[in-house]
């Protein structure tokens, strides 16, 4: 069986969560076109809502890093249920999914969903809105 290249990404990214008040660490990692992964956790402000979401600090990390297309997305949180990503990191992360853009959601102990992100965001706003 093939190692899960997400799995101990993202329990480091959840591990460094910075939640103090919801205690509700999450870690993202997204996965861009040239094949290298870029991970993020929730930093959270007691400024609500100044902090952000694990998805939008692994996008950061892509930028950064000179990248700017995205073909998978992968999220861990702990729970029974699925922890797709919110609405706001969805529309953060259609601004640079490639189509087909899997989104992968873990806990601890392994995958538990995967959907397409054009499924989890039908109708998207975007760049051709603004032409």
């Given amino acids: 069986m093939a190692k899960d290249p997400y799995l101990e990404l993202l329990k480091e990214?959840?591990?460094?969560a910075?939640?103090?008040?919801?205690?509700?660490?999450v870690g993202a990692v997204v996965k861009s076109n040239s094949g290298k992964l870029y991970s993020g956790t929730n930093m959270?402000?007691?400024a609500y809502p100044q902090g952000w979401c694990a998805e939008t600090s692994a996008i950061a990390a892509m930028?950064?890093?000179g990248e700017q297309q995205l073909v998978e997305v992968a999220v861990m949180?702990?729970?029974?249920?699925p922890c797709p990503p919110c609405g706001g990191c969805r529309q953060?992360?259609?601004e640079f999914a490639l189509p087909g853009t899997r989104v992968l959601v873990y806990s601890p102990q392994g995958l538990k969903a995967s959907w397409l992100l054009e499924n989890l965001l039908p109708h998207a706003f975007?760049?051709?809105q603004l032409k």
Avoid at 77 to 81: L, P, S
């Fill in 126 to 128: 975007g760049g051709d």
């Fill in 44 to 46: 959270e402000n007691a």
């Fill in 77 to 81: 949180a702990e729970g029974e249920k």
């Fill in 18 to 25: 910075y939640a103090p008040y919801s205690g509700f660490p």
């Fill in 13 to 16: 990214a959840m591990e460094r």
């Fill in 92 to 94: 953060k992360l259609w």
């Fill in 63 to 65: 930028v950064m890093a």
